[in-house]
């Protein structure tokens, strides 16, 4: 199915912050362009919430009368990626403070995934970047980018620097009640 390409692929229809998401982040073919970005179609099979609210003229699903509709039900409790946790938490905040400042909110984060990306990922981080940017409150990131400023040198082997970024996001995981783990 072709899709009409979204306004913000960065926020799917469905509440997912896919500009926090590995796949987006990635150089290779496996590369997502975001919800109904340009070539969405070639790089995934078609999606039964997008097609909902594209049928409806939607740009999310929360807008809907019917939302949350059985297309959701179970999937923020079983499905292994893990980010699924916070589309309702997402939707709710976008709804509460708006649309745009949630956007801005969203774009902050992605800056400073990709900062992380590129000065404390030893190659091995990525996904618990993503998903620690993601599932943090954006005051929460920024103090664990602070607190790495603050405890690691710019020249520092990208292996030290990478276990601190980790031990820090850990720990203001843990102390927010969260878990950064894959559930399988």
Request: proline residues 4%; contains cysteine.
């Amino acid at each position: 199915m072709e899709y009409q390409t979204r306004r913000n692929p960065l926020f799917s229809a469905c509440g997912l912050n896919c500009g926090l998401c590995p796949r987006y982040h990635t150089d290779g073919t496996s590369r997502c362009p975001g919800c109904a970005g340009e070539g969405f179609s070639e790089a995934h099979p078609p999606c039964g919430v997008l097609s909902c609210c594209q049928r409806k003229g939607l740009e999310y699903c929360y807008l809907c009368d019917e939302y949350p509709c059985k297309k959701y039900d179970g999937a923020d409790l079983t499905d292994s990626f893990i980010t699924h946790k916070n589309q309702f938490h997402d939707f709710d905040r976008a709804r509460s403070i708006g649309l745009e400042a949630y956007e801005a909110e969203l774009d902050e984060k992605v800056v400073l995934l990709e900062e992380l990306l590129k000065n404390y990922n030893d190659g091995r981080r990525k996904s618990l970047f993503c998903v620690a940017v993601n599932l943090l409150d954006l005051k929460d990131v920024k103090t664990v980018m602070d607190q790495l400023a603050d405890k690691t040198e710019p020249q520092s082997p990208q292996k030290i620097k990478a276990a601190a970024a980790v031990r820090l996001f850990e720990e203001m995981a843990e102390n927010r009640g969260i878990s950064l783990k894959l559930r399988k």
